[in-house]
């Protein structure tokens, strides 16, 4: 009688520990998922900050081809070398 209460004390401590082992890699995993689409949010917002720096800068290439700085194929390669 007093092993089968020793057995079932173990167990109950096992089942605990694993418990809390399923919890804390559970946990762990979450986090990890959580960081990486942080860093996707980032990558992704200085992907547009970058795009929208080349669109400012075809715009200022455009404004110099309409005022006669730049001729056509200066226009078209400059443009070609920012998109690029």
Do not use: P
């Amino acid at each position: 009688m007093l092993a089968n209460i020793i057995y079932l004390t173990v167990f109950v401590i096992l089942a605990f520990v694993l418990s809390i082992a399923v919890k804390a890699i559970t946990r762990g995993v979450e986090a990890k998922q959580v960081i990486k689409e942080e860093k996707n949010l980032e990558l992704n917002k200085e992907s547009e900050i970058q795009s929208l720096e080349i669109i400012d800068q075809i715009k200022e290439l455009k404004n110099l081809h309409d005022k006669g700085v730049l001729n056509d194929e200066e226009f078209k390669k400059a443009k070609d070398k920012l998109l690029k």
